[in-house]
Structure formats: C-alpha cells, structure tokens
C-alpha cells in the first residue's frame, strides 16, 4: 500500500469541484507555496490482530490510523469555507469506498485554527478523520 496521507491527498486533488484549486500536501503548508492549501497530515497508527494465530509477525492486522486534513487560506474566509465545503463533498462521497486500499473513512468535526498575529490573516481550519485498512 502507498502512503495513507497520499492516498487521501490524492482522493482530495482527483475529486476537487471549485472553481480553484488549492495547493495540494501532506505534512505541513508551505509558507513560500502560493494560497490556498490543502495539506493532509498522520495523526496516529494503531495496529490491530484480527484473532489468534501462531506466527503473530505474519498474521494480517486491522489498522486504524487518524489523519488531518488543513486548508488553508491567507486573507479571504470566503475561500476556507468553500475548501470545507469541498474537502466535506469529496470526503463524504467516498467513505464507505475510498480505494486505494483503504477500508473505510470516518470523519469529526472542523475545529479553526487561526494564525491571528501575520498579515494578512491566515485562515486555518482542520478535520481530522479516521482510516481503516488492513494488512
């Protein structure tokens, strides 16, 4: 399997409906990258046996891992909202079959966190959404 936060960047980037397309990541924005952005990031990984069985180093495992999803915009609220919006559609449309290997998606809520102090503002808001595959 690919990397997960490209397999999800790239779910986001195929699928992208607005009438601008973000700058597209994983890990962390660019500040020197133009705006807006969209950068998928790994939360946390956790393996899970499927049941009992003598060679646990080869057995096949159920993994959950949390990734976030950011947008970012400098200066204009106007476009977050949309990414939101679209990062929602996209994510919503796949979840019970997003492919590339990946089982399921589950998402939470949006929380904003913006970057009050540069200028002009940087708008930020994340999702964070849960992932299951095995292998």
């Known amino acids: 399997m690919t990397d997960v936060k490209v397999i ?4 986001l980037e195929e699928d992208w ?6 700058q597209f990541s994983t890990d962390w ?3 020197k990258q133009k705006m807006p952005q969209v950068v998928v990031s790994h939360v946390l990984t956790q393996p899970r046996f499927m049941g ?4 646990l180093p080869n ?10 999803i950011d947008v970012w915009s400098k200066g204009d609220q106007e476009k977050r909202h949309r990414m939101i ?6 994510i919503q449309s796949k979840c019970s079959d997003p492919g590339g290997g990946l089982d399921f998606i589950e998402t939470s809520n949006w929380r904003d966190l913006d970057e009050g102090e540069t200028h002009p503002r940087l708008y930020r808001s994340r ?8 292998k």
């Open 52 to 55: 009992f069985h003598e060679d």
């Open 17 to 22: 409906g607005v009438d601008f397309t973000p």
């Open 59 to 68: 057995q096949q495992r159920r993994v959950t891992s949390t990734y976030a």
């Open 127 to 134: 999702l964070r959404l849960e992932v299951r595959y095995y």
């Open 85 to 90: 919006e679209e990062v929602d559609r996209i």
């Open 8 to 11: 999800l960047m790239t779910l």
């Open 29 to 31: 924005y660019e500040a």
